[in-house]
């Protein structure tokens, strides 16, 4: 079955939990009007955030729905109900910490005003009824229809980054090599595309642990999210080195045609093992590896030398020599022990 994209079943669940609230309070004889708007908010993007929220907004509506109770005892349906029903409401809330049943307590303690007119205590207690209708409704459908889980969404994530972080190293290192001097504006936005689905994917990423934490015994095996995770950490540090690499001054950099041409290589099949995984080959990437390191120190060797009163003991050629060893390195050592830990990556199943 097709899944839903993420937005879209939220506001399938949202529309089902109005329905089924509503009906179940016309069946009470109850107002839906405030069970509704409970429903609405409780639609969160997890089942453990629908839980955790809901203990907080229960008491917070009842906070509100006192208070509402309590003004238009003394003052009736007047303006200064209203005012003092909803600034109670807010002072009280915050004071307890119920911040996130703040906004949904405030709506019922205003809205109680305009429709409570007798019998004030049973209006109440129909008020938390309502509450308590809205809470379970809107719970039990984000648990039972289309539940949270986003772990296709985080594989594509990560796929797609894992792809744009190739297509950029090897535009960056084709700038830094043959070209000196380029602005190299493209890549700078690139990879702010990159830290933002990278951002975004952490937040997929803390849901979908909400959600195993809460449900460890029912999702079963869940090595596929682990690796994600391990996944993710490996491009933030990619997105590290790259944003580093932006940042290193282009003059003075000595590189021969045949040097240029051996880092090129290797950068160029270190670029393609990242749009494409499964081409992966340890050994051969080692070698590239170890043709970087000898640059590298080579060049160390050479600075020592011939650059004693710089005015730093670093190098451009030195540092960006540097970057590229630690991406080599960050590169085969998470596909090295991806391997050898999940040997079946049910990610790539998805």
Not at 14 to 41: K, Q, S
Not at 103 to 114: I, K, P, Q, S
Not at 118 to 134: D, H, K, M, Q
Not at 316 to 326: D, N, P, S, T, V
Request: hydrophobic share 45%; proline share 3%.
């Amino acid at each position: 079955m097709r899944s839903f994209h993420f937005n879209g079943s939220r506001i399938v669940k949202t529309g089902i939990a109005i329905f089924l609230t509503a009906i179940i309070c016309e069946w009470m004889n109850w107002p839906p009007v405030f069970a509704v708007i409970t429903a609405i908010v409780t639609i969160e993007p997890t089942v453990s955030d629908s839980i955790k929220k809901g203990i907080i907004r229960f008491p917070a509506s009842a906070i509100g729905s006192a208070f509402a109770v309590f003004f238009i005892t003394l003052f009736g349906n007047s303006p200064i109900t209203y005012t003092l029903a909803a600034v109670s409401t807010i002072l009280v809330c915050y004071k307890l910490k119920l911040h996130a049943g703040l906004l949904v307590a405030t709506l019922t303690a205003v809205a109680m005003v305009e429709v409570i007119h007798s019998n004030y205590l049973i209006a109440f207690f129909i008020r938390l009824g309502t509450t308590t209708t809205g809470l379970l409704v809107s719970t039990a459908v984000n648990l039972l229809v289309f539940p949270p889980d986003y772990r296709k969404d985080i594989a594509k994530n990560i796929q797609l980054v894992s792809e744009r972080t190739g297509t950029v190293l090897d535009r960056l290192f084709r700038t830094i090599l043959y070209e000196g001097h380029g602005e190299r504006t493209e890549e700078k936005a690139v990879i702010q595309q990159l830290t933002e689905v990278i951002r975004r994917t952490e937040t997929l990423i803390q849901f979908q642990r909400d959600e195993s934490t809460l449900f460890s015994r029912l999702r079963g095996n869940n090595k596929d999210f682990r690796l994600a995770e391990e996944q993710l950490l490996f491009l933030h540090n990619l997105e590290y080195h790259l944003t580093t690499l932006l940042h290193i001054p282009l003059q003075h950099i000595s590189w021969t045609t045949a040097e240029r041409d051996r880092i090129m290589h290797a950068v160029t099949e270190l670029a393609q093992n990242l749009k494409n995984s499964a081409g992966y080959n340890h050994d051969k990437q080692q070698q590239h590896l170890q043709t970087i390191t000898d640059l590298f120190w080579i060049d160390h060797e050479n600075a020592k030398k011939d650059n004693k009163a710089a005015s730093t003991p670093f190098s451009q050629k030195f540092m960006i020599l540097y970057e590229l060893a630690a991406i080599y390195h960050a590169v085969n050592q998470f596909y090295y022990h991806s391997a050898a830990k999940y040997p079946d990556n049910e990610l790539d199943k998805q």
